[in-house]
């Protein structure tokens, strides 16, 4: 079986795969609780004989699923929760299609649908008996929340793995190459002593007080991080009332920073400043681990492979309603988000696509040199395997992610994204089953860069999913 007769075999499914992604639009759900999508996404790989293992890394919408044996074990990343707040009708104004309800602003509904295409295609490879191997699809839950690879990591569902791919949704197609921060997600809880804060504030002791003195201690300790260091909280709990001093305050942080290492140092001083505010206020404070991640390392040699296949399959073919569509979205967003969203872009690339709604045309990688504020837990991915992903032009040039124009293009047009995701994944896994130099390079190039017993997982032993506050905030 040659490339393109793998590439028919997603042609041939691109009405089921349309489906799925279009089913998972229409029935968003919140990191970790995405019982739903992972059930459809589940149903056509169990169908075509993948061995299955749900619930992994104690999360039930968490699974494994598995074709081949003997050989290389090409792994493939999927993701399919969504972000809350964003419900949204394919409709270039602000529509609501529930309000308050969640919606697929970073395009998750293409993400695993695309994966679970590549590896339906690898499956009639494999029985065909052109590549040896395994190809490994993952259903990743709550990447929004940064959750759903860490646990899965540390239940050590990557470790076997040879290469791993992912992509995702976007305004370009293109290897992604640049790096991201690292990441700790934590909570800290204060407890006072309620009172009448009139009639007798001597006899309280005020836990939103621990809170204000913590986020007051962080304020002097920015001056002394890295400038690509960030420190953000929110207090999700300061009180009921303000006439009882309230007994009970809870401020949620998020530690970030290029490396893990630097992440650990900034929480260590975190905490410490947690206990001084604890003795400030005469209060008692515990903390919650949420999660952690890695910075994301992109794998040259694998990253290499992908940006073939990308020029290989070629543009997403965009029609004229499609490019119509994409124009009313575009002149929703306000110029200044449109240019800061065009920031990372080449200068002459950002001149020539300023204009565009939308630009589906192969870009070759850019991003060596960048590096993001934002974080994936794709990053503890990369250091267990070597690692490479992409992105596909599935939204208007400059459209931000997170937002309802993103919902409602990922809802119509962007649906035509999901074959050629779908077949860059299935050509680049191909390639790196039937090519055992490709594979030697990227192990060569991970052990030189990173090494291989380098990952350590960032959970303490006794954390846990969280699953009450996934629905609370997003990467």
Same mark, same amino acid.
């Given at each position: 079986m040659s490339k393109s007769v793998l590439f028919d075999h997603i042609d041939d499914r691109e009405p089921?795969?349309?489906?799925i992604a279009r089913e998972l639009w229409e029935h968003p759900e919140l990191g970790l609780h995405e019982e739903r999508s992972a059930e459809v996404l589940l149903e056509p790989l169990e169908a075509a004989g993948f061995e299955t293992e749900i619930g992994v890394g104690g999360m039930p919408t968490a699974f494994v699923a598995n074709y081949g044996t003997e050989g290389p074990r090409i792994g493939i990343l999927g993701e399919y929760d969504a972000l809350p707040g964003l419900s949204q009708g394919v409709a270039a104004e602000r529509d609501p299609l529930e309000a308050g309800a969640p919606g697929h602003g970073c395009g998750h509904n293409l993400f695993g649908t695309a994966g679970v295409g590549a590896a339906l295609a690898l499956k009639e490879a494999i029985d065909a008996g052109d590549v040896e191997g395994a190809v490994v699809f993952y259903g990743? #839950?709550?990447?929004?929340?940064?959750? +759903?690879?860490?646990?899965?990591?540390?239940? +050590?569902?990557?470790?076997?793995l040879d290469a791993a791919l992912t992509w995702h949704p976007g305004d370009l197609s293109t290897p992604s190459m640049g790096? *991201?921060?690292a990441l700790n997600s934590l909570m800290f809880t204060f407890e006072g002593t309620a009172a009448h804060a009139a009639g007798s504030p001597e006899s309280g002791r005020s836990a939103l007080d621990g809170v204000q003195l913590l986020n007051t201690g962080v304020e002097y300790m920015r001056e002394h991080v890295s400038d690509d260091a960030r420190l953000h909280y929110a207090i999700t709990d300061g009180g009921d009332a303000p006439n009882v001093v309230p007994p009970e305050a809870t401020v949620w942080y998020f530690v970030r920073a290029p490396e893990r290492e630097e992440v650990e140092r900034n929480t260590e001083w975190l905490r410490d400043i947690a206990e001084a505010a604890a003795m400030m206020s005469q209060t008692d404070v515990t903390e919650r681990f949420l999660t952690g991640c890695y910075d994301y390392r992109a794998n040259e040699a694998v990253s290499?492979?992908?940006?073939e296949n990308i020029r290989a399959v070629g543009p997403i073919e965009y029609d004229e309603a499609d490019y119509a569509f994409a124009r009313e979205l575009r002149e929703t967003v306000p110029e200044d988000r449109l240019e800061a969203n065009l920031a990372d872009v080449p200068d002459d690339l950002a001149a020539e696509i300023r204009e565009e709604a939308l630009y589906p045309e192969p870009v070759p990688p850019f991003d060596h040199d960048q590096h993001t504020h934002g974080s994936t837990e794709v990053g503890d991915v990369s250091w267990i395997v070597p690692t490479g992903q992409f992105r596909a032009a599935t939204w208007p040039v400059g459209? #931000? +992610?997170? *937002?309802?124009?993103?919902?409602a293009a990922n809802g119509d047009f962007g649906l035509k994204g999901v074959a050629f995701a779908a077949k860059v994944l299935a050509g680049a896994t191909y390639d790196l089953l039937a090519d055992e130099t490709a594979l030697t390079a990227a192990r060569d190039e991970f052990? *030189?860069?990173i090494g291989a017993d380098a990952y350590e997982t960032p959970l303490p032993e006794d954390a846990t999913p969280p699953f009450d506050v996934t629905a609370m905030t997003s990467n």
């Open positions: 089921q795969l349309r489906e990743c #839950p709550a990447e929004e929340t940064l959750i +759903g690879k860490t646990y899965m990591a540390r239940a +050590g569902v990557f470790d076997d790096s *991201s921060n290499e492979v992908i940006w459209a #931000p +992610g997170h *937002s309802w124009q993103v919902v052990e *030189s860069e």
